[in-house]
C-alpha cells in the first residue's frame, strides 16, 4: 500500500464527488447538507482496488497522480453521458488553446505513424517558424533538444513545444528526397504566438462567394467579418458556408457571426432542466440579405449545426449535402482548485430559433447528397456536393 497515493487519490476523489454532485443538485435546485457518504464510499473502493494492484501488478511504472487522474474519469464516466468527463489539467490547457484560437508554437500539425509510431509531420502552416526553419511536411520527427522524441507521445512532443516561447529549441528531423535517400536535419526554430486559421474563402462563379468554417473559436468571428466583407466588396451575390466536418467549438463565436447575417430575432434557446431558458437574440446591427446554402455531413456537430440550423430556420438558408450529427446539447467546463483538471459535464439542451429539437437527429438535408471524392479534393472543382450548392443557388 503507497499511502501517497491514497492520499492524493482521496484528494481528488472528494474535489470531485463534491463538485460534480454540488453542480447537479444546483441544476435540481436541491441542497443536501453533506456529501461526505458518497466521498467516503468512493475512497473505500479505491483503497481496496489499489491493494490488489500494489500486491498482484506485475509492473512498477503507475504514477500517484495517474492513479488519482483516472479514478476521476471513471467517476465521471458513471454518469453514462459520453459527452461528459474529468479533464486532466493538461488535457483542460489542451481544450483552452483550442477554443482561444492562438497558442504558443512553431506552426505544424504533428501525427503519430499507426504502425510505426514515428512522429510526423503532416502540415506545415505557410509564414511559420517551422517553415522558415526549414521543415517540411512529411518530415519524422526524431529529436527535440538532444532528446530522442522515441519514448514521448505526440502530445507530450506539443507540450514541450508549447510551455516555451521565446526560448530556441534544437529539432532533429529524418526525411527522404525525391530521390527515396534518407537524410537528418536538425534545425533551430523559436515557437510564437500562431492564430489558427479556421476560415478560408473564395469568390467562385456567378459571383458566389465561398466560405469554409472549420470550426468555432474566438478568433474565428474576426476572420468570418474579414471574409464576408471582402467578399461584399467584389460584388458577392450569394454565399455558400462549408461547415462538412466543422465539430463546433465556442458558443459565443457561433451566436457572433449569426449576428453577423441574421436580422433581429431569436437565435438559439438554451434549456436546463429547473431554470428559466436563456434566449439568445441577434442585435440586428448588421444582416446579410442574400441567397444562402450550406454543407453539411455527419461531421457538422454541435455549434456548426446550430448555426446551419438558424440560418435555415431565419434565412430560408438550403442545407445541402448529409445528415449532420446530432449534438445538440449545451456543455460547461467547471475548473477544479489546485491546477487538479476541470470536469466537463452536460448541463441542458439547445433549440434552434423555431424551438426544433435536434440531439440525437440532427438535421435532415434539403437536397441529400453524398459525397463522391476524396477528402482533400473538399471545395474544389472536382467537389459533388459543392457543384451541387452552386447548382441550386444560380
Given at each position: 500500500?503507497?499511502?501517497?497515493?491514497?492520499?492524493?487519490?482521496?484528494?481528488?476523489t472528494?474535489?470531485?464527488?463534491?463538485?460534480v454532485?454540488?453542480?447537479?443538485?444546483?441544476?435540481?435546485?436541491?441542497?443536501?447538507?453533506?456529501?461526505?457518504?458518497?466521498?467516503?464510499?468512493?475512497?473505500?473502493?479505491?483503497?481496496?482496488?489499489?491493494?490488489?494492484?500494489?500486491k498482484?501488478?506485475?509492473?512498477?511504472?503507475?504514477?500517484?497522480?495517474?492513479?488519482?487522474?483516472?479514478?476521476?474519469?471513471?467517476?465521471?464516466?458513471?454518469?453514462?453521458?459520453?459527452?461528459?468527463?474529468?479533464?486532466t489539467?493538461?488535457?483542460?490547457?489542451?481544450?483552452?488553446?483550442?477554443?482561444?484560437?492562438e497558442?504558443?508554437?512553431?506552426?505544424?500539425?504533428?501525427?503519430?505513424?499507426?504502425?510505426?509510431?514515428?512522429?510526423?509531420?503532416?502540415?506545415?502552416?505557410?509564414?511559420?517558424?517551422?517553415?522558415?526553419?526549414?521543415?517540411?511536411?512529411?518530415?519524422?520527427?526524431?529529436?527535440?533538444?538532444?532528446?530522442?522524441?522515441e519514448?514521448?507521445?505526440?502530445?507530450?512532443?506539443?507540450?514541450?513545444?508549447?510551455?516555451?516561447?521565446?526560448?530556441?529549441?534544437?529539432?532533429?528531423?529524418?526525411?527522404?528526397?525525391?530521390?527515396?535517400?534518407?537524410?537528418?536535419?536538425?534545425?533551430?526554430?523559436i515557437?510564437?504566438?500562431?492564430?489558427?486559421?479556421?476560415?478560408?474563402?473564395?469568390m467562385?462563379?456567378?459571383?458566389?462567394?465561398?466560405?469554409?468554417?472549420e470550426?468555432?473559436?474566438?478568433?474565428?468571428?474576426?476572420?468570418?467579418?474579414?471574409?464576408?466583407?471582402?467578399?461584399?466588396?467584389?460584388?458577392?451575390?450569394?454565399?455558400?458556408?462549408?461547415?462538412?466536418?466543422?465539430?463546433?467549438?465556442?458558443?459565443?463565436?457561433?451566436?457572433?457571426?449569426?449576428?453577423?447575417?441574421?436580422?433581429?430575432?431569436?437565435?438559439?434557446?438554451?434549456?436546463?432542466?429547473?431554470?428559466?431558458?436563456?434566449?439568445?437574440?441577434?442585435?440586428?446591427?448588421?444582416?446579410?440579405?442574400?441567397?444562402?446554402?450550406?454543407?453539411?455531413?455527419?461531421?457538422?456537430?454541435?455549434?456548426?449545426e446550430?448555426?446551419?440550423g438558424?440560418?435555415?430556420?431565419?434565412?430560408?438558408?438550403?442545407?445541402?449535402?448529409?445528415?449532420?450529427?446530432?449534438?445538440?446539447?449545451?456543455?460547461?467546463?467547471?475548473?477544479?482548485?489546485?491546477?487538479l483538471?476541470?470536469?466537463?459535464?452536460?448541463?441542458?439542451?439547445?433549440?434552434?430559433?423555431?424551438?426544433?429539437?435536434?440531439?440525437?437527429?440532427?438535421?435532415?438535408?434539403?437536397?441529400?447528397?453524398?459525397?463522391?471524392?476524396?477528402?482533400?479534393?473538399?471545395?474544389?472543382?472536382?467537389?459533388?456536393?459543392?457543384?451541387?450548392?452552386?447548382?441550386?443557388?444560380?
Amino acid at each position: 500500500m503507497k499511502p501517497w497515493r491514497l492520499y492524493f487519490t482521496g484528494i481528488v476523489t472528494g474535489i470531485l464527488l463534491l463538485t460534480v454532485a454540488m453542480l447537479v443538485c444546483d441544476m435540481l435546485n436541491i441542497h443536501p447538507l453533506s456529501t461526505t457518504h458518497a466521498a467516503d464510499e468512493a475512497y473505500d473502493l479505491t483503497k481496496v482496488v489499489e491493494t490488489y494492484v500494489d500486491k498482484y501488478y506485475w509492473k512498477n511504472d503507475t504514477t500517484d497522480k495517474k492513479f488519482a487522474e483516472y479514478a476521476a474519469k471513471g467517476m465521471v464516466a458513471a454518469l453514462g453521458d459520453q459527452f461528459s468527463g474529468f479533464l486532466t489539467y493538461d488535457e483542460l490547457n489542451q481544450v483552452k488553446t483550442q477554443n482561444d484560437g492562438e497558442y504558443i508554437g512553431i506552426g505544424v500539425t504533428i501525427r503519430t505513424d499507426p504502425t510505426t509510431g514515428d512522429k510526423v509531420v503532416s502540415e506545415v502552416k505557410p509564414d511559420s517558424p517551422a517553415e522558415k526553419a526549414g521543415i517540411k511536411s512529411n518530415d519524422v520527427i526524431i529529436g527535440f533538444d538532444g532528446e530522442s522524441t522515441e519514448k514521448m507521445t505526440v502530445d507530450d512532443l506539443i507540450q514541450k513545444i508549447r510551455e516555451s516561447g521565446g526560448q530556441k529549441h534544437r529539432i532533429r528531423v529524418s526525411r527522404i528526397d525525391s530521390l527515396g535517400k534518407k537524410s537528418e536535419v536538425e534545425v533551430s526554430v523559436i515557437p510564437e504566438s500562431i492564430v489558427n486559421e479556421s476560415i478560408s474563402y473564395s469568390m467562385l462563379k456567378d459571383k458566389t462567394g465561398y466560405i469554409h468554417i472549420e470550426n468555432f473559436d474566438r478568433e474565428t468571428p474576426k476572420q468570418f467579418n474579414e471574409a464576408v466583407d471582402d467578399l461584399e466588396k467584389q460584388g458577392m451575390r450569394a454565399v455558400i458556408f462549408d461547415l462538412r466536418d466543422n465539430p463546433g467549438g465556442v458558443l459565443t463565436a457561433v451566436l457572433s457571426m449569426l449576428d453577423r447575417l441574421l436580422p433581429e430575432g431569436t437565435l438559439l434557446t438554451e434549456t436546463r432542466k429547473g431554470q428559466k431558458d436563456v434566449i439568445y437574440k441577434s442585435t440586428a446591427k448588421e444582416r446579410l440579405d442574400k441567397p444562402m446554402v450550406v454543407l453539411i455531413n455527419g461531421g457538422s456537430a454541435s455549434g456548426s449545426e446550430a448555426f446551419a440550423g438558424a440560418l435555415h430556420e431565419r434565412a430560408g438558408a438550403n442545407l445541402v449535402g448529409e445528415t449532420s450529427y446530432g449534438k445538440g446539447i449545451v456543455q460547461a467546463i467547471f475548473k477544479l482548485p489546485d491546477n487538479l483538471g476541470a470536469v466537463k459535464l452536460t448541463t441542458g439542451e439547445y433549440l434552434l430559433p423555431n424551438g426544433t429539437h435536434i440531439h440525437g437527429k440532427g438535421l435532415t438535408p434539403d437536397v441529400n447528397i453524398a459525397y463522391t471524392g476524396e477528402k482533400e479534393n473538399m471545395g474544389t472543382d472536382s467537389d459533388n456536393q459543392l457543384a451541387k450548392a452552386l447548382e441550386i443557388i444560380s
